[in-house]
């Protein structure tokens, strides 16, 4: 007989039961660490022994009493859950009674026995009301809860059992079990510790009628794309199993376990009993670091005063002191209110102001360090005018608490060439007045400078950072106009001023003598010079053709705009982005549209701009006498620079493939390849093998990858769940990426990310928000730097900001001392 259905207007007569139900479950819940409480005829009392966690008197139920036919997986589950109980040492065994009967919600007494309840149940209104309020006491009173599968069907018009759930399966979900990709993004967990990061398994899978991402702690997804998730799938963003403190107790839900070959997997077994184990209070867990609302974004600093940089430039980059400080600066470009000079004929030709400030964190204030005079402001316009020079990086030397030494990334005004339109770009060391956090600019030391043309916009990079061994590495763009190539690779060598081909990017990025379109890598010294580390892509003295041909300064070529590089002084692991071209369909003449890309860098290498992108799909080569006319496909393990241009190797380094690329079709385009490797680019036949991706107007914002520091103690520092997560964004919002990303462990180079989870509702979007990512970088305090460029282009405005999200979620759980133990005699309450 079926239960009338629930009605909002019975929850009233449910509180009162459950206020009659908490004492006794009280008494046998919480009358000592252990949810086995005392025998019924023993008087509740709190119990303290020192004995170890665990042991025999540690009891769950299993509920699994149905509406209607019983489904054939509840005899494998409880059979696998009795033998998962009889595992690991053995204070951390269980017994469970498994059970049909609801009744069993309305004995406190018995009901308290118990550490956790699973449902494997689903599919209708299994509890009466008396019912479902002993379950509601039973987790007021710190009981857990384990939902498998069906479970989520269970109670439908109970709001309280949905928040207990975490979501309900949409109108429609596959009918048959198909093998699929689970990617385990918490890999700290007790129930996905030791898992495969991506797991391939076969099951059932559900659809959900919300997503309850950001809302519970998403623990695993299923890949959208390794299976066919039919009407109702809800898009790349699949939680599969999740968890949460709910209501006073702890709730597990796990999607997975639709078919009883399940409960024979011993990688399923496994996430089952990490599971119990937290639900029982055997094993603590942190279930609450993806829950949105435990992160607070706050922005730290104010508009600037009318005609002032008071607080801030055009936002351009940032680091952190370890005493908290953060630096950052102000590319050039002025507000609205200040004059813009284009006429090569003024002297103030571009003439910016390139700014340095720093954010105390024990005063809230900030302090303008310094201003350099740099060429950098333009304004936006056509090509042919605007530019994206300017103060483009900073970093603060690894001895910076001693030394005070700043290096910037600048091209100072002083030295542009009005004539031919060519200026240098530098890296130089600075030195800061620790008691004013003043920058002293008389104390500049040159360490690395090179020519640059700035007749034609664009591509500067900028970005800077240190590895373990004090190498510094340094981020050029290819100093290549993005037009006259019709949005496809920057290759033509016709357009040029005063003999300098503006628009081919062999000349740059693709030249091994050119340190434009590069990732340099040095170690400065010092005096003020630098030396250069083993390990990099050239030595700058190359045998052969290569003799002056190449510049030791290299450690990785063929990147386009690499605004944004991080290292993981850890691993010494290099992460970086970078923007691509402007195309916004791959041609079937061309090649490959814009991509803009994100890769992990373990050695010295060539990513393939201007000649390949993405996972090595080859742009067409053209030439003089006529670039309009296509020429033949590149060979990206063959490469040669051919360019009239090129004053390095012909014969380069052939180029690898990176780890992420999206257009505006999506993420990971990729296509059927013809017997010689050439994709055929043709729409129709394109596969989008990252589905978390989307593209449109898009630039590549590279972040950190984040270490937990567990000596901290820090109020405010992202939780450990983090741990080794790259983050990568977009300086869009909207459907731009804004991501935390598992890398496989160990993974060839070029492997797709194992794992992605949105960092939207977290670094905020929208116009009241973090809308334009311009840098990001975590401090020593653990919390999450970031910088807002502001809305418009070229210039700052009452937008452009710095920000701090920081961490409120609190420690695992359980506590310490609610840990399960032994119960006051054994086999009590058998």
């Known amino acids: 007989m079926r239960h009338q259905p629930h009605t909002k207007r019975a929850r009233p007569r449910r509180r009162r039961i459950a206020a009659l139900l908490a004492g006794t479950l009280a008494a046998g819940l919480l009358s000592g660490p252990a949810l086995a409480g005392p025998p019924p005829d023993t008087p509740a009392q709190k119990l303290a022994l020192p004995s170890p966690p665990g042991g025999e008197d540690v009891r769950v139920l299993v509920f699994h009493g149905a509406t209607g036919e019983e489904s054939p997986t509840v005899n494998a589950a409880i059979e696998a859950i009795e033998k998962i109980g009889g595992q690991g040492p053995a204070q951390e065994h269980f017994t469970i009674s498994a059970t049909d009967n609801p009744a069993v919600f309305t004995n406190a007494k018995r009901l308290g026995r118990f550490n956790a309840v699973v449902f494997l149940t689903g599919d209708g209104d299994v509890l009466d009301p008396e019912q479902e309020a002993g379950l509601e006491s039973f987790m007021e009173a710190g009981g857990g809860f384990l939902g498998i599968h069906d479970a989520a069907r269970a109670e439908p018009y109970s709001d309280w059992f949905t928040g207990l759930i975490g979501a309900r399966p949409a109108e429609h979900s596959p009918a048959t079990a198909q093998r699929a990709v689970v990617e385990i993004g918490d890999r700290e967990n007790p129930a996905t510790k030791g898992l495969p990061v991506e797991w391939k398994r076969l099951d059932k899978w559900l659809n959900w009628k919300e997503n309850p991402s950001g ?44 078919t009883a070959s399940s409960y024979q997997e011993t990688d399923f077994r496994s996430h089952l009993r990490g599971a119990l184990m937290w639900t029982t209070r055997l094993a603590r867990a942190d279930c609450q670091a993806a829950i949105s609302d435990n992160y607070e974004a706050t922005r730290v600093t104010e508009p600037n005063q009318p005609g002032k940089h008071d607080q801030i430039g055009e936002p351009h980059g940032l680091v952190t002191a370890k005493d908290g400080r953060v630096f950052y600066i102000g590319r050039g470009g002025e ?26 964190p024990e005063t809230e204030k900030v302090t303008l360090a310094g201003e350099l005079t740099v060429f950098g402001n333009k304004g936006g316009g056509e090509e042919l005018v605007k530019n994206e020079e300017g103060l483009l990086g900073i970093e603060l030397d690894p001895d910076f608490a001693k030394n005070g030494w700043i290096y910037l990334h600048y091209t100072p005004h002083s030295e542009i060439n009005r004539d031919t339109h060519m200026a240098e770009r530098r890296v130089s060391r600075f030195t800061l007045d620790q008691e004013t956090d003043k920058l002293d600019l008389g104390s500049e030391k040159v360490l690395l400078k090179w020519p640059v043309q700035i007749h034609s916009c664009c591509h500067a990079g900028g970005g800077m950072a240190w590895d373990s061994k004090d190498n510094l590495y340094i981020a050029t763009g290819d100093n290549n106009s993005s037009q006259f190539s019709d949005g496809y690779s920057g290759n033509n060598p016709e357009p040029n001023f005063k003999g300098v081909s503006f628009s081919d990017a062999r000349r740059t990025a693709g030249n091994t003598n050119n340190l434009n379109g590069k990732i340099l890598r040095i170690h400065p010294e010092d005096d003020g010079t630098y030396t250069l580390p083993k390990g990099n892509l050239f030595t700058g003295e190359e045998p052969d053709e290569g003799g002056g041909k190449t510049r030791g300064e290299i450690y990785v070529m063929g990147v386009r705009n690499p605004s944004r590089i991080s290292v993981d002084k850890e691993t010494d692991t290099l992460y970086a982005g970078w923007v691509g071209p402007d195309a916004t369909e791959p041609s079937e003449t061309w090649g490959p549209a814009k991509y803009d890309t994100f890769a992990k860098i373990t050695e010295a290498g060539n990513q393939g701009w201007p000649y390949c992108m993405g996972n090595k799909q080859p742009y067409r080569d053209r030439n003089l006498p006529d670039p309009s006319k296509p020429l033949g496909w590149y060979d990206c393990d063959h490469l040669k620079n051919e360019s009239p241009n090129n004053d390095g190797l012909v014969d380069i380094p052939p180029a690898r493939p990176n780890n992420i690329w999206y257009s505006p079709q999506g993420g990971g385009p990729d296509f059927p390849r013809d017997e010689n490797g ?12 990252l589905d978390w991706l989307k ?127 032994p119960a006051l005699r054994k086999g009590a309450g058998r």
């Open 695 to 821: 593209g449109g107007g898009q630039a590549a914002m590279n972040g950190p990858l984040y270490r937990y520091d567990a000596d901290s103690d820090s109020k405010v520092k992202w939780p450990s769940y983090w741990n080794g997560k790259w983050f990568v964004g977009d300086l869009y919002d909207g459907d731009q990426p804004r991501h935390a990303l598992l890398m496989p462990e160990g993974g060839e180079t070029g492997a797709l990310p194992a794992h992605a989870e949105s960092l939207d509702q977290i670094v905020p979007v929208g116009e009241g928000g973090i809308r334009n990512l311009m840098g990001w970088k975590f401090g020593p305090d653990g919390a999450l730097y970031v910088l807002d460029y502001g809305r418009g282009f070229f210039t700052s405005d009452d937008k452009s900001a710095l920000w701090r999200i920081t961490y409120k979620g609190g420690e695992p759980t359980p506590a310490p001392g609610d840990m399960a133990e």
């Open 678 to 689: 050439v994709p055929s680019y043709k729409l129709d036949e394109q596969e989008l093998r």
């Open 335 to 360: 507000d609205a209110s200040q004059p813009v000079v284009t006429d090569w004929d003024d002297p103030d030709v571009g003439k910016g102001k390139g700014t340095v400030h720093v954010w105390d």
């Open 215 to 258: 809302k519970v702690h998403t623990v695993a997804r299923v890949r959208a794309n390794s299976y066919d998730p039919g009407e109702d799938g809800g898009g790349w963003d699949h939680p599969v199993s999740w968890c949460r403190d709910y209501d006073g107790g702890r709730s597990f839900y796990t999607a997975m376990g639709g």
